[in-house]
């Protein structure tokens, strides 16, 4: 039977089971000792047992040591662990080290296509003046093409349309692909009743294929038929979109006399622009740069649509989407929008988070 | 519409800069098109004589000559043309002077050994045309030093304006100059059109016959006799030469010239080659011959009208004269037509012949239909005091067009239509200057338009004559009018999810592409298209010329061309139409996308791998995701197209309707389009996809269970034909409500696999809202799950 020694042999076995403690290594050695100390068997735990044998007054004192001398060795121990962790810790981590330098997984985000992008623009900026979206067939009537607006046979308009043709169907009507959206005019005014307010994005064709023209290409026609409408608000309105879409405050844009059979009076629209150096910047300069066709509905239209000419009045207008992605964004050939070439989608493509909005900006980012 | 300055000053009187001139047009509605001032670029160009010219003692091929330039002593020139010789004129550019059409500044210097200070110049050389046989040839008067430029005419600079199809007024030089004296750009100058006298009577004369009445309404003629038709005067010639006519003789000048100076398009016959005393318009007899001015034969159908003599046809009336009867340079007798045709007529005719003439172009515009009845004195005294001779009594034939017609137009019709404020007297001075005739009113006006100006159709043409001679520039600039103070969506669902369509295979790393709506027949035949009706008439090329049923043939077609690019790798969506007929509702919106090669580039984490089915039938479950399709409810079919590979592809179901179809590109349609390897796609029609139903912007109310989720896994041993989705479906039965996910995790055939059967390993997930499930919970749902894939697909848990 062990006795339980003089302060003073407590105080020497404190400070060598201090000194053991912080002496070990790994956490299987400090376990042994925490064992050794304080297990059922440790001698801590068999110095504490001795205490049932004392007198109270010694086993008082000698309790109060005792579990003090306990707590010491618990938090010297608990010390030592998390010392001990932490070092297992890094040694792991450092063995876990790779080369970041190396390439990450390849991402596979790709591009939205310029005139998807343009034309998503050109909406967000018709959204906020309060025009609605329309839609109307590739493939279209004689009538909703030409005749209802106003290009009756074998007007000399109808040759500068170089319309691509389909077979006549079983009542004899001649099909065409539609030379410009204006037919969804016709079909919008039938269908609905005044006010208007639409654009209409779409596919439109023409038989001519060189550097700057397309079979194919995109048109945005827009309408506007409401009480009090006149070309004052056609100019504002094109002036507002003009300035929203190029990002230039104060662009010069100007009304030029023109003739298209839909519209009565008609006006090629101009926005200013420089060619300093060879480069094209859209904004005030010298030289002017024709971006879109416009008008006030000529009447005989109106009356074709159903819309009686004194009562209603409005403007239309029709700009080509490619020209206008061309000149905001530097694309220079007509002709790439359409070959699908992944070089070209990378670079004058778009991210397809990169969603334009009046509140974040019309302007895509490049890629 | 060419012209050049001084041809315009014949019309207009004006003190105004030609700068300000060509500002103006544009805004008048005349796009300036091309400005050309010839003389810029020849200033130190003069006219020189030749004193001596001898052979080169180094050079077989060049002569040197001595130049009398007009000032000073006589410059050496070496000199390679073959014409270039003693005593001729030519044009002399000095050392120091740029020479454009060699883009060169002449130096001083010697060739093989003799000096030569200049340049005996070509008129290439000049870039006054391709002529570069030898050196200018001056007439013998040429006054020696004189400025070259002036003497030759090319100082008088040309102006190219793009006419609008309504402005047939301004397809003539005094068209323009009144438009230009309406906007108060100088004033229009009176021109003589004032009847000749006739000093006979004309020995032919009109006829026309009862059905070509509607087609000529009034048509007049002029004899000439004792003509000299020789070469056309110098300022003549020059103004022809500078708009691109060739001079032919005086006659045919003539009539070149008054079609440009007043847009009157007239027609020369000679007498002397006319057979019988009259000339008849009719129609053109079925089959019936021509042979018109172009040497070119016409085969003529009874729809067509001719002017015809006692031997035949020989003018296509508007269009183009004959040759039989034309004038030539030995003509000395001329009979003049000057006639009103019906422009449709004109127009229908000359497009079935194909024949695009000038005359045609301002007969189908429209032409001032009482120019007949005004214009022959004109024309007889040009003729006359060019070509000498004497003039006939005028003939005329037909009731004349009616053209008179009046307009109201209100006093506010331009405020209203246009937001301008017009002083009422400048409407009517606006009007007046462009040869209307107003007649006041209570508040309005009676307007009566010239007769050069048959576009004129109502009120709407008057507000544009007065606002473009006004002026745009003093448009307001009106806002829209704002309906809602928050904008309102502009896009309907439909369109909307077509933007996220975008988006979401963009972000899967497809591509988008937007092809050509047509492709070519043999490829919309492989895709099920290449009907009649969807085939164009007139295509560009064969390549494209029918309306695509599909995308997918033309998305594989940029693959290919990507794949002859080197791109190993090619990815690409496309969102547009497609065409299963001609009529509107026929046309549906597409999406298809496809993935060619592999699914990324060789690289050190081995992501690498060969596009499959699975891809492809991602991206469609991606897409209809996008469109709002829950697709885990979705059945998926096996099979597809004739174009897709029949054992590896599928279409993803719902209800009845297919939504979309997916698989690997069959291997003989590859190889039609000369792709390599493995390319997979899919295709929708958005059209077929329905739209979420509207239930408003609040979602169902989610509870979240606090008990733990349990997954058991099942390995499963079937037939191999078994379709893992119908194995999946008894799971999924089986597993009952509690089921919250479920997942196929291995598909094994091969060792300890029985021949002719597969295993297929599923895990589920049940969520339990109630309280944490028991073991014998769990346990018989298990139970029912082994039991039902065995019921229904024959299943055999794997021990």
């Known amino acids: ?288 740069l024709e971006i879109l066709g416009s008008g006030m509905v000529n009447p005989r239209v109106l009356a074709n649509c159903g819309y009686d000419p004194e009562k209603y009045q409005g403007f239309a207008f029709g700009m080509g989407i490619e020209r206008i992605a061309m000149l905001k964004y530097g694309i220079p050939d007509l002709r790439t929008f359409y070959d699908s070439d992944l070089r070209w989608m990378r670079h004058y493509g778009f991210l397809p988070f990169d969603a334009p909005s009046v509140h974040a900006g019309l302007v895509g980012g490049s890629s | 519409m060419k012209f050049t300055r001084d041809w315009l000053f014949d019309h207009l009187a004006t003190d105004r800069p030609l700068d300000e001139i060509l500002d103006i047009l544009p805004m008048l509605g005349l796009e300036v098109e091309c400005y050309t001032d010839r003389s810029a670029a020849l200033t130190s160009f003069t006219i020189a004589e030749v004193i001596s010219a001898k052979q080169h003692p180094n050079a077989n091929k060049l002569r040197v000559c001595m130049v009398n330039t007009g000032s000073g002593d006589p410059v050496q020139v ?68 004189a400025a070259f430029a002036p003497y030759a005419g090319l100082d008088d600079p040309i102006i190219e304006i793009a006419i609008t199809p309504n402005r047939a007024d301004c397809l003539s030089v005094r068209g323009v100059a009144r438009d230009l004296a309406a906007a108060g750009y100088g004033s229009l100058k009176e021109v003589d059109f004032s009847p000749h006298d006739g000093a006979f009577d004309s020995p032919i004369t009109w006829n026309i016959d009862a059905d070509a009445r509607a087609f000529c309404p009034r048509i007049s003629g002029c004899a000439f006799r004792g003509l000299r038709n020789g070469t056309s005067p110098a300022w003549m010639a020059q103004r022809l030469t500078a708009i691109g006519q060739r001079p032919i003789s005086a006659l045919v000048d003539i009539t070149n010239y008054v079609m440009i100076d007043l847009g009157r398009p007239l027609h020369a016959y000679d007498i002397n080659k006319i057979t019988g005393d009259s000339l008849t318009i009719r129609a053109a007899g079925d089959g019936e011959m021509m042979t018109a001015l172009n040497e070119k034969e016409y085969k003529l159908d009874a729809g067509m009208f001719i002017i015809a003599d006692a031997h035949g046809a020989d003018d296509l009336a508007g269009i183009m004269g004959g040759e039989r009867t034309g004038v030539s340079e030995t003509t000395t007798d001329m009979f003049l037509e000057v006639a009103i045709f019906d422009p449709i007529s004109v127009a229908t005719t000359a497009r079935k012949l194909n024949i695009n003439s000038d005359a045609r172009h301002r007969f189908e515009r429209g032409l001032d239909v009482t120019s007949p009845d005004w214009v022959q004195g004109h024309i007889a005294r040009l003729v006359t005091s060019i070509c000498g001779g004497e003039a006939s009594y005028v003939t005329t034939a037909g009731e004349g067009a009616q053209w008179q017609r009046e307009i109201t137009l209100d006093a506010d019709k331009v405020k209203r239509l246009t937001g301008m404020d017009v002083p009422a007297a400048d409407q009517v001075a606006i009007l007046e200057s462009l040869g209307f005739n107003v007649a006041a009113g209570d508040g309005e006006w009676t307007v009566s338009p010239p ?51 975008r988006r979401a295979l963009a972000s899967r790393g497809l591509m988008e592409a937007v092809t050509f709506s047509f492709l070519s027949g043999p490829q919309a035949a492989a895709f ?127 209800g009845r309707t297919v ?141």
């Open chain 1, 1 to 288: 039977m062990t006795e339980i020694g003089t302060m003073q042999d407590l105080e020497a076995l404190a400070a060598e089971i201090a000194t053991a403690i912080e002496s070990v290594s790994s956490l299987e050695a400090l376990e042994a000792i925490r064992i050794d100390l304080l297990g059922k068997k440790g001698r801590v735990s068999l110095m504490m047992r001795e205490l049932g044998g004392m007198d109270p007054e010694a086993r008082k004192q000698a309790g109060q040591e005792l579990n003090r001398l306990k707590d010491r060795i618990a938090t010297a121990i608990e010390l030592r662990q998390t010392l001990l962790g932490d070092a297992a810790l890094n040694d792991r981590l450092a063995a876990e080290a790779v080369d970041v330098t190396l390439p990450s997984r390849p991402h596979t985000e790709a591009r939205l296509h310029p005139l998807s992008r343009t034309i998503e623009e050109v909406v967000a900026i018709f959204a906020e003046m309060g025009f609605t979206v329309a839609e109307g067939p590739d493939i279209e009537s004689d009538y909703y093409n030409f005749t209802a607006l106003n290009i009756p046979e074998e007007h000399p308009a109808r040759q500068e349309h170089d319309t691509f043709y389909l077979p006549p169907d079983a009542e004899g009507k001649r099909k065409v692909l539609r030379t410009h959206t204006s037919p969804v005019q016709v079909r919008t005014m039938e269908a609905t009743e005044p006010p208007v307010r639409i654009i209409v994005p779409g596919r439109t064709y023409r038989s001519d294929h060189d550097a700057t023209h397309s079979p194919m290409f995109h048109q945005c026609e827009g309408l506007v038929i409401a009480d009090g409408i006149h070309m004052g608000h056609l100019n504002g309105c094109l002036i507002d979109f003009c300035r929203a879409f190029f990002g230039v405050d104060g662009l010069p844009v100007r009304f030029r006399p023109s003739y298209f059979p839909f519209t009565e009076p008609s006006a090629e629209v101009d926005i200013g622009c420089t060619r300093d150096g060879g480069g094209l910047k859209i904004g005030a300069g010298d030289d002017w």
């Open chain 2, 78 to 145: 070496v000199c390679g043309a073959p014409n270039a010789r003693a005593g001729m004129k030519g044009v002399f550019a000095p050392a120091g002077a740029y020479v454009p059409g060699i883009d060169l500044k002449l130096k001083s210097g010697k060739i093989r050994g003799e000096a030569s200070n200049g340049m005996l110049c070509s008129e290439r050389e000049m870039e006054l045309s391709d002529e570069h046989d030898g050196i200018i040839d001056l007439p013998s008067d040429a006054p020696v030093g």
């Open chain 2, 451 to 501: 007769p050069w100006r048959g576009d004129i159709d109502g009120a709407a043409d008057l507000v544009e004559e007065i606002g473009r001679i006004h002026g745009y520039e003093h448009l307001p600039m009106d806002h829209l009018p704002r309906e809602h103070v928050v904008a309102q969506p502009s896009l309907n669902p439909a369109q909307a999810r077509q933007f996220r369509l």
């Open chain 2, 528 to 654: 099920g298209g290449g009907a009649a009706n969807l085939t164009l008439v007139n295509p560009i090329s064969a390549d494209l010329s029918v309306m695509r049923p599909s995308i997918l043939p033309n998305l594989m077609a940029a693959a290919a061309r990507n794949q002859d690019r080197g791109e190993a790798d090619v990815n690409l969506f496309e969102v547009g139409p497609v065409f299963l007929g001609d009529a509107p509702d026929d046309q549906r919106t597409a999406c298809s996308g496809i993935r060619h090669g592999t699914t990324a580039i060789r690289e050190w984490h081995g992501s690498q791998r060969k596009v499959d089915v699975f891809d492809a039938k991602a991206d469609a479950e991606a897409a209809l995701a996008a469109l709002g399709v829950r697709t885990g409810g979705l059945k998926v079919s096996v099979g597809g197209a004739d174009y897709l590979h029949p054992g590896r592809s599928g279409q993803l179901v719902q």
């Open chain 2, 659 to 799: 939504l979309a179809s997916f698989g690997e590109i069959h291997p003989k349609i590859l190889d039609d389009f000369g792709l390599r390897g493995v390319a997979v796609g899919f295709e929708m029609h958005l059209d077929d996809v329905p739209l979420p139903k509207a239930k408003g912007p609040a979602r169902t109310l989610l509870t979240m269970s606090v008990f733990q989720p349990v997954t058991r896994d099942f390995a499963f041993i079937v037939d191999s034909e078994t379709v893992a989705g119908d194995l999946l479906k008894a799971v999924r039965s089986g597993a009952g409500p509690l089921l919250s996910d479920s997942a196929v995790f291995d598909v094994y055939q091969g060792e300890n696999i029985e021949a002719g059967k597969k295993s297929v390993a599923v895990t589920i997930t049940l969520s339990p809202s109630k309280a944490t499930l028991t073991d014998d919970e769990i346990d018989q749902i298990s139970n029912s799950v082994i039991k039902l894939a065995e019921t229904n697909c024959g299943a055999v848990l794997r021990s």
